[in-house]
């Protein structure tokens, strides 16, 4: 394929990547990250970029988009008093440093592995989406101590090997905690941050083979697609937005929980080769 159209073919699928993400992620309040990577994955995968270090090159550009999008998202939440900051004094510090392992962890693993662990974690978020219920609690008020120092690099190092931000384990974290559900929310947007901005600075430094790369990509992150999908995803949230509020979004999540198990079924197959 000509070069000229290889960047057509590639412009037009990152802007339908980012207007749909955008759309969900005003629509469903999910965060862009479970929608990027994969759907990177298949864009760069469709134009030939298809080598062993194809997920982290997904990955790490989800997460530099994260950066922007939470960042944004804080300071909108924080207007409204609903970030609750001394969650994020006591989680912050425990994320950074699963996040800084993710990176190294990631770095060091071939497509297939963290295509694998995409698959397996977007199982478990996709049945959570489906089946869990508001409801749910473990406990009235977050883990401190010795369960913080445990579960906080986890919430850091799993959303790195999968690309995303605080939205798709920080909310289901602090709503089971009996953390309030727009505070939860607000307060995952500032987990975003803390998570994303270590692990881009850390991708930063890993080597692609030139050959295996799309055009404009500084270390591990696509800078093309990085810049695409922020310009489309701020068109399209404030539609989402405006749908969620024009009807009732639960059956619609109930949808997308099926539709992220069926995507992560296929980025099963294709991880074991089927």
Known sequence: MPEIELL???????????????????????GGGIVLVPSYFYAFQTLGYDGPQLMQMCLATSLATIIVTSLRS??????????????????????????IVGVLVAASLRSATLQ???GVLALVIGAYMGLGR????LGQQMPRG????????MVGFLSVLMGIGGGSFGVP?????????????????????????????????????PAQRPPMTLGAVNLVAFAITIAMTLMTTPLGVKLAHAMDPKPLKRVFAVFLTLVALNMLRKAFGL
């Open 74 to 99: 804080v300071h909108s939440h924080n207007k409204k008093g609903a970030v609750e900051w001394s969650i994020l004094r006591g989680w912050g510090p425990g994320i950074v440093v699963g996040a």
């Open 173 to 209: 974290l602090m709503t089971l905690f009996a953390t309030p559900i727009h505070r939860a929310v607000a307060t995952a947007a500032g987990f975003g941050v803390i998570i994303a901005v270590p692990a881009v600075i850390g991708f930063l430094f890993v080597s692609i083979d």
């Open 116 to 118: 694998g662990i995409f």
């Open 146 to 153: 010795i369960a913080r120092l445990v579960i906080s690099p």
């Open 134 to 137: 508001s409801e749910w609690r």
């Open 8 to 30: 057509l073919m590639m412009l037009g699928l990152l802007m339908a990547i980012g207007a749909i993400a955008g759309v969900l992620a005003g629509l469903l309040g999910v």
